[in-house]
């Protein structure tokens, strides 16, 4: 008879609307006593301390680009782009469904991703995506309006797709993108290790975002940094 894994990987989509109700499912599921969650302390401050103010500039903003771009400013809010934008403003879901999920069952909940790259990712968020011209952009172009409508259906058909077939996972990144990833799953595997050695007889659950799982020889994510520990891998759904 197997021991009962005390690791279990919840891949999610990023941004995905229904992604708090998948989440709280799988976390119901297996009912763990730690949950550690892919976000940064400094990703959780920067939210709660600008995200109103910046989610207020957005729709300024889209306020002001109604009326040049002949459109209402009701319909522009809706606008798949600006969803997306609002969502990456707000706090993640992965973060509020695990923290309250945790709250009700008396599990603990940590924050472990790097801040260093949160920061980094976050000031450009500010700087670049929310900037009026790149709005301009996403209202206007249709290609840009289908990458962010098809998103969530596209992630999970690659999610599922690579969590069976690792072998060119690898290739769905630049190069610099797959030191971050290598980087940040260093770091939060090193952490998911010592809660796991502070508590020898709980279940950890991690959440992250899919890419994570994949199980890649080429590529060292989290999946693989703690194969030794034999986590069951699963796709939040």
């Known amino acids: ?7 279990i990987l919840i891949g999610t989509v990023h941004r995905d609307p229904a992604g708090a109700d998948k989440l709280a499912r799988a976390l119901d599921e297996h009912r763990p006593e730690i949950v550690t969650v ?19 500039k957005l729709f300024r903003d889209v306020a002001d680009l109604a009326p040049q771009l002949g459109r209402r400013f009701e319909e522009l809010r809706q606008h798949p782009a600006i969803a997306f934008l609002s969502s990456a403003i707000e706090m993640p879901f992965e973060w509020q469904a695990a923290q309250r999920w ?19 990712n976050l000031d450009l968020l500010a700087a670049e995506a929310l900037a009026p ?33 690792p072998d060119l996972f690898h290739l ?16 939060m595997a090193a952490r998911i290790r010592a809660l796991l050695a502070e508590r020898p007889e ?20 989290i999946a693989r940094r703690l194969a030794d520990l034999s986590p069951r891998c699963m796709l939040a759904s």
Not at 1 to 7: A, E, I, K, S, V
Not at 102 to 120: F, N, P, T
Not at 136 to 165: F, G, K, M, W
Request: glycine share 4%; proline share 4%; hydrophobic share 40%.
């Open 102 to 120: 945790a709250a009700d069952h008396g599990a603990a909940c940590h924050a472990i991703d790097d801040d260093l790259v949160s920061r980094r």
């Open 172 to 187: 769905h990144f630049r190069d610099q993108e797959k030191a971050e990833i290598e980087a940040r799953d260093r770091a």
């Open 202 to 221: 709980a279940l950890l659950a991690h959440v992250c975002g899919w890419e994570h799982l994949v199980p890649s020889e080429q590529l060292e994510t």
């Open 133 to 165: 011209d790149n709005l301009r952009r996403l209202l206007t172009d249709p290609e840009a309006v289908a990458a962010v409508s098809e998103r969530v259906i596209e992630q999970e058909l690659l999610a599922r797709r690579y969590l069976r077939a």
């Open 1 to 7: 008879m197997t021991d009962p894994p005390r690791l």
């Open 38 to 56: 892919e976000v940064s302390q400094y990703g959780i401050e920067f939210r709660e301390q600008r995200g109103t103010d910046l989610l207020a």
